[in-house]
Nanobody, 125 residues
Framework: QAQLVESGGGLVQAGGSLRPSCAAS????????MGWFRRVPGKEREFVAA?????????DYGDSVKGRFTISRDNDKNMVYLQMNSLNPEDSAVYYC?????????????????WGQGTQVTVSS
């Protein structure tokens, strides 16, 4: 069964860094676009970053994280990473990894077929 499992969240002070990971298993995800979203209670899931499946993949980022976050993937290890730098308290959320088929790099959660259970990121001021 296809599965995505996030890890690497935690508590960090403002200005610090974290690098959540997403481990994919149960099927080949090398031909899926991969994305990160985040959600805080009472709000919609927010697009954070996405990366295409092909070699030399295109990336895209939400406006609030551009220049601070970097998404990457290692298809040999079935892993996706989100390097988060210069964190601030507004980045606190549950971060979810998703997989989306097709040629388009989606920024809408409805376009993602598979989801992980999420990892909590808390940034203290």
């Amino acid at each position: 069964q296809a599965q995505l499992v996030e890890s690497g969240g935690g508590l960090v002070q403002a200005g610090g860094s974290l690098r959540p990971s997403c481990a994919a298993s149960g099927r080949t995800f090398s031909n899926y676009n991969m994305g990160w979203f985040r959600r805080v209670p009472g709000k919609e899931r927010e697009f954070v970053a996405a990366i295409g499946w092909w070699s030399g993949s295109r990336t895209d980022y939400g406006d609030s994280v551009k220049g601070r976050f970097t998404i990457s993937r290692d298809n040999d290890k079935n892993m996706v990473y989100l390097q988060m730098n210069s964190l601030n308290p507004e980045d606190s959320a549950v971060y979810y990894c998703g997989a989306s088929p097709g040629p388009v790099l989606p920024k809408v959660s409805a376009r993602y077929t598979y989801w992980g259970q999420g990892t909590q990121v808390t940034v203290s001021s």
